[in-house]
């Protein structure tokens, strides 16, 4: 018998991969984020175009890539985040998997100036579905600067399939808001056709809070706070007068990563205890920090869900700290916004 299994070429595998991980523009936007927070960047700038059908670009001051370093970040599971299977119960950065730069370039024109600081010239890649077209050496600032163009443009169903640019861009701005508020420490902007979209100078979360969804949450938020040994939880909620009917506004993070989870959103608003005016979602930005050992982040790349080894702990101490802090309510410490 002849034998007939052949293993796939990278181009094949790779853009087999980024039918999962790059969904719509929106998923190249939060993977480059989170590579410019990864890399420890103070300031990210986000332009698109066209709702990124054209063009993605994202340029920080993080700590940039050797030649070596930026060929190799193309490669299929290359990454500097984890070198050992015990690493993957001690993940504190966005990234681990080593996929979004290889899936990304597999479905897009993608050019790449990188340096690192310590270093005089740095890099310029261009890829192209995966086959590099150039690499030279340049001269460019410090940091990273991809410019993702043509985004599907050797895959016509998934670029037909996108949505209106409206939609498109309101994914965007979703992952966007994420980011920004998971790392109120760095500067964000971000830019559509030229119009600006966000502005965002560093500083404390509240100020971030307030940055992003206007000053009359300056009277609304609430510092929450409650810490065990097994997990802390910080952040703001909206007073229940500010609680809206649309439930865009509730941000878990669990070691500032964006989650979704139906099971503590009902804690908090459990918490709330029958104040908030009928059918409408409190506004809230939580972040929970725990031994990564005690959860599960190993799941699809584009899925926001994630478990804990003690649900049931998690659930009452976000009671507990939301709890608290709607009875701060009346007296709540005035805000310091000028950080
Ligand atoms: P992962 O983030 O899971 O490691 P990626 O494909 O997103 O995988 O990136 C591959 C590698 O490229 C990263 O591990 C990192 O070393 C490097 N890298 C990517 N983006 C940046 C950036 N903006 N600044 C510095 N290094 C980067
Ligand atoms: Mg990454």
Redesign the pocket.
Known sequence: MQNVIQLLPDSIANQIAAGEVVQRPASVVK??L???V??K?KSVQVIIREAGRNLIQ?V?D????TET?AR???ERH????IRTSDDLFRIR???????????IAAVAQIEMR?RRAEEELGTLIRIEGSDIKAQESISCLP??N?LIKNLFFNVPARRNFLKSNSVEMRHIIDEFQRVALANPEVAFSLFHNDQEIYNLPAGKLSRRIVDMFGKSYREQLNFCEEQTPYVTVHGYIGKPESAKKARNEQFFFVNNRFIRHNYLHHAVVGAYEGTLPEGSHPFYVLFIDIDPSHIDINIHPTKTEIKFDDERSVYAIMMAAVRKAVGLYNLSPSLDFDS
Do not use: P, V, Y
Request: aromatic fraction near 6%; proline fraction near 0%.
């Open positions: 993977e480059l989170e590579n410019s990864d890399a960047a994202i920080d993080g700590l940039g890539m370093d190799m970040s193309f290359a990454t500097s985040k950065t966005m990234g681990f998997r080593g996929e979004a730069l290889a899936s990188t940091g990273t991809l």
